[in-house]
């Protein structure tokens, strides 16, 4: 099984000192869906770096005299992580911070490597001394090495890149640039926008450039390179450098290098905020369609329709408008559960799934319920969501998934277990129907993920076995990987 980083980058460039920390507070809090388990910001004023990193929820991390000892500068760059690469320990937390001689590093990076442990392996081979288990670090001596031989760091941001294979979009801040930069096959999503002060905003999504008042301005292309410097922004895509202020071309670009990408199509379906657009295309609007879809390929005879907070919810909007059938709110979900909820002891059994969904008697009692929800990857959390269904006096229960079977673990990160784990990988239809508990099930239909995405390319290996690169080899990789967390 591949090592794993679903995690959520964000920069800032001012050409004048501003409070870069606060914007950066606000944008992990947009992204805080897209990582739990640490978070980090790097300031940088008058080319000195400063930085607080920590695990726990932004709000955790970041409390009110923290971000008042951060300095104004001019750049920032911010993450937030969820990763299954090694402990959850601090020595994992990013950015990553590098001192060289040829000038200081920071980099914040989601996605997943999938040559990492062959790129990293060489690398010890060298003398190189790893202090994380992160793809991350890889990343970072790579650039740091090519940059030892090259003219400007985004020169050596080029030159590394074409060491890496999988999935990343980097955010690199040196003492006087800030650079993000995408994979050639774009595999997670990375945008730029303009607050109305001139401030450039680079972040995964495009609802944190919203949340700190900045206007998208575009996706970052696959395989392209943007460096905020004096005031400009500049894109390097392979060998072709020019200015952005240059829209038509740009376009063009766009649409040279749209039949390349190979989105994650689990950004659509279950990763992304539904009030994010990415790659033109708006993630609500894709739930909704994935929910219409599954009510044409797989109608039910219900009452009333329900989703599973919080990705669920839109796909069963689109379920219920398609096929006539009410849609009804029949969970509350406990809004203040994080990475921190403490599973219970062996003197406490309780049922996790209680602690944090709660469905509303009254709406399910005596009814034929569907409930959506975006996956099952083993089986046993929505076993158990359907019992509370039955608990709570539903007559039936027809689940429909947005997204079709969990077959293929994935290389690129997303958490998707291996296959000895995956429920779809060993059993039928019928056979998860009765493992779960419900009276019908639905899968979403993979020849027809196109019609979420816009049309644009997007890679589904998880649901095909069909992989955009070539699969790693991971052994030996265990003497610095732990076992990865249960998915659900």
């Given at each position: 099984?591949?090592?794993?980083?679903?995690?959520?980058?964000?920069?800032?460039?001012?050409?004048?000192?501003?409070?870069?920390?606060?914007?950066?507070?606000?944008?992990?809090?947009?992204?805080?869906?897209?990582?739990?388990?640490?978070?980090?910001?790097?300031?940088?004023?008058?080319?000195?770096?400063?930085?607080?990193?920590?695990?726990?929820?932004?709000?955790?991390?970041?409390?009110?005299?923290?971000?008042?000892?951060?300095?104004?500068?001019?750049?920032?760059?911010?993450?937030?992580?969820?990763?299954?690469?090694?402990?959850?320990?601090?020595?994992?937390?990013?950015?990553?911070?590098?001192?060289?001689?040829?000038?200081?590093?920071?980099?914040?990076?989601?996605?997943?490597?999938?040559?990492?442990?062959?790129?990293?392996?060489?690398?010890?081979?060298?003398?190189?001394?790893?202090?994380?288990?992160?793809?991350?670090?890889?990343?970072?001596?790579?650039?740091?090495?090519?940059?030892?031989?090259?003219?400007?760091?985004?020169?050596?941001?080029?030159?590394?890149?074409?060491?890496?294979?999988?999935?990343?979009?980097?955010?690199?801040?040196?003492?006087?640039?800030?650079?993000?930069?995408?994979?050639?096959?774009?595999?997670?999503?990375?945008?730029?926008?303009?607050?109305?002060?001139?401030?450039?905003?680079?972040?995964?999504?495009?609802?944190?450039?919203?949340?700190?008042?900045?206007?998208?301005?575009?996706?970052?292309?696959?395989?392209?390179?943007?460096?905020?410097?004096?005031?400009?922004?500049?894109?390097?895509?392979?060998?072709?450098?020019?200015?952005?202020?240059?829209?038509?071309?740009?376009?063009?670009?766009?649409?040279?290098?749209?039949?390349?990408?190979?989105?994650?199509?689990?950004?659509?379906?279950?990763?992304?905020?539904?009030?994010?657009?990415?790659?033109?295309?708006?993630?609500?609007?894709?739930?909704?369609?994935?929910?219409?879809?599954?009510?044409?390929?797989?109608?039910?005879?219900?009452?009333?329709?329900?989703?599973?907070?919080?990705?669920?919810?839109?796909?069963?909007?689109?379920?219920?408008?398609?096929?006539?059938?009410?849609?009804?709110?029949?969970?509350?979900?406990?809004?203040?559960?994080?990475?921190?909820?403490?599973?219970?002891?062996?003197?406490?059994?309780?049922?996790?799934?209680?602690?944090?969904?709660?469905?509303?008697?009254?709406?399910?009692?005596?009814?034929?319920?569907?409930?959506?929800?975006?996956?099952?990857?083993?089986?046993?959390?929505?076993?158990?969501?359907?019992?509370?269904?039955?608990?709570?006096?539903?007559?039936?229960?027809?689940?429909?998934?947005?997204?079709?079977?969990?077959?293929?673990?994935?290389?690129?990160?997303?958490?998707?277990d291996s296959e000895n784990n995956l429920v779809a990988c060993h059993h039928t239809i019928p056979e998860i129907c009765?493992?779960?508990?419900?009276?019908?099930?639905?899968?979403?239909?993979?020849?027809?993920?196109?019609?979420?995405?816009?049309?644009?390319?997007?890679?589904?290996?998880?649901?095909?076995?069909?992989?955009?690169?070539?699969?790693?080899?991971?052994?030996?990789?265990?003497?610095?990987?732990?076992?990865l967390k249960q998915s659900r």
């Open positions: 099984m591949s090592i794993h980083e679903e995690c959520g980058v964000f920069g800032v460039y001012s050409e004048k000192e501003t409070d870069v920390a606060g914007l950066s507070y606000y944008g992990l809090y947009a992204l805080q869906h897209r990582g739990q388990e640490s978070c980090g910001i790097v300031v940088n004023k008058e080319g000195l770096f400063y930085s607080h990193k920590d695990l726990g929820l932004v709000s955790e991390v970041f409390s009110e005299p923290v971000l008042e000892g951060m300095p104004q500068g001019t750049m920032a760059v911010a993450h937030v992580r969820y990763g299954t690469t090694g402990a959850t320990n601090r020595s994992n937390t990013q950015p990553i911070e590098v001192n060289h001689q040829k000038g200081k590093m920071a980099l914040a990076h989601n996605g997943n490597l999938s040559n990492a442990y062959k790129l990293r392996s060489e690398l010890e081979m060298q003398g190189a001394i790893f202090h994380t288990t992160s793809d991350t670090e890889t990343i970072a001596y790579y650039i740091t090495r090519e940059r030892i031989r090259s003219a400007s760091i985004e020169e050596a941001v080029e030159k590394a890149m074409k060491y890496f294979e999988g999935a990343y979009s980097l955010v690199i801040m040196s003492a006087q640039k800030l650079i993000c930069a995408r994979d050639p096959l774009g595999f997670r999503p990375l945008c730029y926008g303009r607050t109305s002060d001139g401030v450039y905003v680079v972040a995964s999504e495009s609802c944190a450039l919203r949340a700190v008042g900045a206007k998208l301005i575009r996706d970052v292309n696959p395989g392209e390179i943007l460096v905020f410097y004096d005031g400009q922004v500049k894109s390097i895509q392979s060998t072709h450098i020019e200015a952005l202020n240059d829209d038509t071309a740009m376009s063009n670009i766009h649409e040279k290098y749209k039949e390349n990408k190979k989105l994650c199509v689990f950004e659509y379906i279950y990763f992304a905020r539904p009030d994010s657009i990415i790659d033109g295309v708006s993630v609500h609007a894709s739930r909704v369609r994935a929910g219409e879809i599954l009510a044409e390929e797989h109608p039910a005879d219900a009452d009333i329709v329900i989703g599973a907070p919080d990705s669920g919810l839109d796909a069963a909007l689109g379920f219920s408008g398609q096929s006539g059938i009410a849609y009804r709110m029949g969970f509350i979900k406990n809004k203040y559960i994080g990475r921190t909820f403490i599973s219970p002891t062996k003197k406490i059994r309780v049922d996790g799934v209680k602690i944090k969904l709660a469905v509303l008697d009254e709406v399910v009692r005596d009814k034929r319920v569907v409930l959506v929800d975006d996956s099952i990857v083993r089986g046993t959390t929505m076993g158990r969501v359907v019992k509370l269904l039955r608990d709570a006096g539903a007559k039936e229960v027809h689940v429909r998934i947005s997204s079709p079977p969990f077959l293929h673990p994935c290389y690129y990160g997303t958490d998707i009765d493992i779960i508990g419900a009276d019908s099930l639905g899968y979403f239909p993979v020849e027809r993920l196109g019609e979420l995405t816009g049309g644009k390319g997007y890679c589904d290996a998880c649901f095909t076995g069909v992989y955009p690169t070539d699969i790693p080899d991971d052994s030996g990789k265990d003497r610095f990987e732990q076992p």
